[in-house]
């Protein structure tokens, strides 16, 4: 296996979770590269179900897992999930990167303060301080992990930054009363539970693949959420696509094998921007996706926009990951419908077509989507390649000739047991 990689290639809550952790079987580690908890990761096994923001999904598994240099760590939340999978009896093996910048109480205050002054531009972010750690991060004033091995260190810097966020708060008119010694306490408490598991996690990785050890990366969000290549601002503050996989945990491009994208069989969108295929789902297809998907968000419990499938969104992923196989998810939520849309290109206001992403993000959302229609299903089988319904394997091969990408799994219900591999 050597290394592989699983990103989502639309808008996140592509089902990653559950793909991450079926491959995950044959890895030794499970890796996440960017991100924080702002994403939520369900994984089914039998009766149990695991809602996981932090910690890698093959922990479920009993994997190592790995929270990687490239992730910003809210250091409490990553106790509270340590603890709860303990309390539930799952034995895993964990290790956090020294490198990891830590979500402080202050970015989460920031993180409020910032969209209520954007207003009706809000990006619609999960409210968990991602964004304003990355800033810290970028602008070279942020706390890593390693510094909770260091209290004198740790207080030096925390102490500096609640100076400096306690003026910012105040230009946004927020009375917030942040105490840097109650920040620096918690933090060492939190630091009782976390520090046998720092490490220089990049150095490990290395070893590892170099000894031909297994590695699976976990990608958090989707493509279009991408700091870079998404529809900005309307994303996240980290690298989804590509290179982001390789600098977040320390190992080379080269080292990455297969990358598995994974595609939800329609479209879904958690926050604002744009989203040409989206269906109201107040009523009709729209109703039928959010309702039979279960469509709410994993971390905030969110409505997520739902639509019909977007090949344009697809192939942009496939395309910046140099994504090898799909993994196509949640097959099951379409049955029922009597004919499946796909978007294959837009229509531009000028007149002209196009099957790529507009980077700019009027454009984009000025962008009419084209379709072509498919005959639906009703029920998916016995769980094998054959047993799937003509109709839904020709809607899969489309995917297949679309993208140049192999199927390699098919979500055809929530549970472990419910995937076609091909
Ligand atoms: P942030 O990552 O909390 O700053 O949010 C920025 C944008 O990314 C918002 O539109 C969020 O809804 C979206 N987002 C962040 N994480 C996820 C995720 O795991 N799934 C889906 N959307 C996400």
Known sequence: MAVSAVVGTQWGDEGKGKIVDYLAERAKYVVRFQGGNNA?????????????????SGCVSGKTGIVGNGCVVDPFVLVEEVE????RGVEFDLFLSDRAHLILPYHKLLDGAEEAFKGGRAVGTTGRGIGPCYQDKASRTGVRAGDLLHPERLAERVNDNVAVKQAILGAYGREDELDAEEIVNDLMGAAEVLRPFITDTAALLQDAVDG??????EGA?????????????FVTSSNVASGGMASGCGLAPRDVGDVIGVVKAYTTRVGAGPFPSELP???GVGKHLAEVGHEFGTTTGRPRRCGWLDLVVVNHAVRLCGVT??????????????EVQVCTHYELPDGTTTNRVPS???LFAAARPVYETFEGWSELGDGTWQGLPATARTYLQFLREKTGA?????????????TVVR
């Open 84 to 87: 709860g999978l303990k309390a």
């Open 212 to 217: 031909g050890d297994g590695v699976l990366l």
């Open 281 to 283: 789902t107040d009523a």
């Open 325 to 338: 196989h799909l993994a196509v998810t949640k097959m099951d939520v379409l049955a029922g419908l009597d």
């Open 40 to 56: 939520g990761h369900t994984i089914v096994v039998g009766d149990d179900t695991f809602k996981l923001h932090l910690l890698p």
């Open 360 to 362: 700019d993000p009027e």
């Open 221 to 233: 969000q989707g493509v279009m959420l991408d700091i870079d290549h998404g529809t900005y601002p």
């Open 406 to 418: 192999q199927i390699k799994l098919v979500g055809i219900g929530p549970g472990r047991s419910e």
